[in-house]
């Protein structure tokens, strides 16, 4: 049975020397922990189960890695036990991206003007349009 909510698209970022796609692939799933910036929570607590998401390295590369989706929905953070004001997701890796899309890429694309990863650089997790996923997905998959 098919769920009638659509699905929504998320970016995810990560330093790759603190928490990598490889690694993350190598784990097979990972709890989305550590966020402590309130927008970036609200951001986790409104994905879904399936919900798509896009594995950003942040500082060193600077490009859009993979595709993951989100296995668990929002629960307390078990890394702050005394404090019930964040939350996690679990995320399961989908695939490696043929193609890494570098941000001057992403800058570059006149359809990703309004990206919030370009917008609000300083979030770890955005919400991002089916437009916009699409045109990553593009960008990634371009011979």
Not at 56 to 65: A, D, I, M, N
Not at 81 to 90: A, G, H, I, K
Not at 113 to 140: G, T
Request: aromatic content about 10%.
């Amino acid at each position: 049975m098919q769920s009638s909510n659509p699905l929504n698209y998320w970016l995810v970022k990560s330093e790759p020397d603190a928490y990598s796609w490889d690694h993350f692939v190598k784990q097979g799933k990972a709890v989305w922990d550590g966020v402590r910036n309130y927008q970036a929570r609200n951001n986790l607590a409104s994905m879904r189960v399936g919900d798509q998401v896009l594995f950003y390295h942040s500082v060193t590369g600077k490009e859009v890695v993979g595709l993951a989706r989100v296995c668990c929905e929002s629960y307390p953070d078990p890394t702050v036990p005394d404090d019930p004001r964040w939350v996690v997701v679990e995320l399961e890796p989908v695939t490696a991206f043929p193609k890494r899309v570098s941000l001057q890429q992403l800058k570059a694309e006149p359809l990703l003007q309004n990206l919030a990863l370009i917008r609000q650089s300083r979030l770890s997790v955005v919400p991002v349009s089916p437009n916009e996923f699409e045109c990553i997905l593009a960008l990634a998959h371009a011979t």
